[in-house]
């Protein structure tokens, strides 16, 4: 995977994570949750960018394990710092219902797809 196919297409994912997200906002019980849905939104095209390089760089490496711990750790460290993000908002904020996850949750599906998708490729670069 190249540097301009993984831009483009972090770009057509994000466009339609932006999409949704405007979408969400017009449904009258999600509409005060906009704002960790765009939070959220920039938080995944940070992380998606960092862990491209580093999963790059590692799949042409010579370390057949370089790779599969890239991904292990780019898994937990985002894990963490999801909950992280959850539990922040949460108690920050203080929402009236929990409501306020499922639009986090399909911008973190939509990523997590996307996420996916680049390191199945990333990881043939190599083979």
């Known amino acids: 995977m190249t540097?301009?196919?993984?831009?483009?297409?972090?770009?057509?994912?994000?466009?339609?994570?932006?999409?949704?997200?405007?979408?969400l906002g017009m449904?009258?019980?999600?509409?005060?949750?906009?704002?960790?849905s765009w939070v959220t939104c920039s938080f995944f095209v940070v992380v998606s960018i960092i862990m491209f390089f580093f999963a790059h760089r590692a799949a042409m490496s010579e370390s057949k394990y370089a790779f599969s711990n890239i991904i292990f750790g780019f898994m937990m460290g985002k894990m963490m710092l999801t909950i992280g993000l959850v539990m922040g908002y949460n108690n920050f904020m203080q929402p009236s219902t929990k409501l306020f996850l499922i639009p986090f949750f399909i911008v973190y599906l939509i990523y997590?797809?996307?996420?996916?998708?680049?390191?199945?490729?990333?990881?043939?670069?190599n083979t």
């Open 27 to 36: 449904v009258p019980a999600l509409s005060n949750f906009t704002d960790l």
């Open 3 to 23: 540097y301009k196919s993984f831009f483009t297409q972090l770009l057509l994912v994000t466009l339609v994570t932006i999409v949704m997200i405007v979408l």
């Open 112 to 125: 997590t797809i996307f996420e996916t998708s680049f390191m199945m490729k990333l990881s043939k670069m």
